[in-house]
């Protein structure tokens, strides 16, 4: 993948989470909080693993793409909920906005 492709996935997973409700103080104002979830994990995983490859660099940035839609509280509570976690996750379809 070129850098210019990982650049455009992550101007494309950036916009999905700047759309988050939540926002967050950060040295820049207020920001959205998933945006900011995201810049700091790509920080994270170059700090940790210098010169990543694209699939992990991607995975790190868009780990909570659009979290807000699916808030932790809607989910069940206990060690049943990490079974049944996998069967309530919605497919995610490039361009569609979330339920």
Not at 38 to 47: A, H, K, Q
Not at 52 to 77: C, F, K, M, N, V
């Amino acid at each position: 993948m070129s850098s210019e492709r990982r650049a455009r996935v992550f101007e494309l997973i950036d916009a999905a989470n700047a759309a988050d409700p939540v926002k967050v103080t950060t040295a820049e104002g207020e920001r959205p909080a998933e945006l900011v979830y995201g810049e700091r994990m790509s920080d994270m995983l170059e700090r940790f693993h210098p010169g990543a490859g694209d699939h992990l660099a991607i995975a790190a940035r868009g780990q909570h793409i659009e979290r807000w839609t699916s808030p932790r509280a809607s989910y069940p509570q206990g060690a049943s909920a990490i079974s049944s976690g996998a069967t309530t996750s919605r497919p995610i379809t490039p361009g569609a906005s979330a339920p």
